[in-house]
């Protein structure tokens, strides 16, 4: 897992880089300063749908109180954002 790289440039965003832009339509790369756009057709996005049924495998298995099933919920959902900055690969406009 790494952070993307500009569809221009070449080079590799940092975490922090990424995360600040990576909810604009339009994310500016640092280093050559051209506009690049997040590439909707990555293979595997729909990976982190695979969370929704552990995350009610575990509360059916476990048994948890309502706090429990928000606690885990809000873990899982934090896990999810931070993560995103990994995820992110970049196209050129018009692609």
Known sequence: ?????????????S?????????????????CGKENFYDASKKGGWL???????????VILLKLSSAGIILIGC????????SIPYRTRLQKAGK
Not at 48 to 58: D, W
Request: hydrophobic residues 45%.
């Open 1 to 13: 897992m790494h952070t993307p790289d500009c569809s221009y440039c070449g080079e590799r965003w």
């Open 15 to 31: 975490y922090g880089q990424t995360f600040k832009q990576v909810f604009k339509i339009k994310m500016i790369c640092p280093h």
């Open 48 to 58: 982190p749908l695979l969370a929704i049924p552990i995350f009610l495998g575990l």
């Open 75 to 82: 873990l899982l959902m934090i896990l999810h954002v931070l």
